[in-house]
């Protein structure tokens, strides 16, 4: 048996502007500060080497923390599709895949997001258990990412966040 249990996590998303925009912003630390992991005013770090192979970093400072989210692109192809690994390494060594998928739709675009999210198991857990923890994990990290959505589409439709942190 192994260690971790993976669940997959699936959102659609429209935007009313070009998916070239919308794909800046997973790019651009510019933007990324603003949305992705973080808020512009609680984020210590954003940057990255967008290329495949190329890593991003961005360290969120929060209730007197340093939060830090690593990873590394695997496929870039703009502007229809992202493919990078996410892991934050304070809680887990295991990584996860997101692949951001952009297509243009009559009125803007439209962003299909997946995460394979990887759920480390606790010794002697049961299949109740691991079920359970695979569940808490994909509601966790959809609320998570439905809030920073929320975000990046008033980045991408106004260029401004008014949540600030």
């Given amino acids: 048996m192994n260690n971790y249990s993976t669940t997959t996590l699936k959102m659609t998303r429209n935007f009313d502007?070009?998916?070239?925009?919308?794909f800046d912003a997973w790019l651009n630390p510019e933007m990324m500060r603003k949305w992705l992991f973080t808020l512009e005013g609680t984020n210590k770090?954003?940057?990255?080497n967008p290329q495949v192979g190329g890593t991003w970093e961005i360290i969120d400072h929060r209730g007197g923390k340093?939060?830090?989210?690593?990873g590394e692109y695997l496929e870039i192809d703009p502007p229809t599709k992202l493919v990078f690994t996410f892991k934050m390494p304070q809680f887990s060594e295991l990584e996860d895949t997101i692949t951001v998928e952009l297509k243009e739709i009559q009125q803007g675009c439209e962003?299909?997001?997946s995460q394979n999210i990887n759920v480390p198991h606790e010794e002697k857990w049961s299949e109740?258990?691991?079920?359970?923890?695979?569940?808490?994990?994909?509601d966790e990290t959809e609320h998570g990412w439905n809030l920073m959505f929320m975000g990046l589409?008033?980045?991408v439709e106004t260029g401004e966040i008014s949540y600030k942190g």
């Fill in 17 to 22: 502007v070009a998916p070239e925009r919308v």
């Fill in 111 to 113: 962003m299909t997001f």
């Fill in 153 to 155: 589409k008033e980045l």
């Fill in 66 to 70: 340093d939060y830090r989210a690593i």
């Fill in 45 to 48: 770090v954003a940057q990255n």
């Fill in 128 to 138: 109740a258990d691991i079920e359970k923890a695979l569940g808490e994990s994909h």
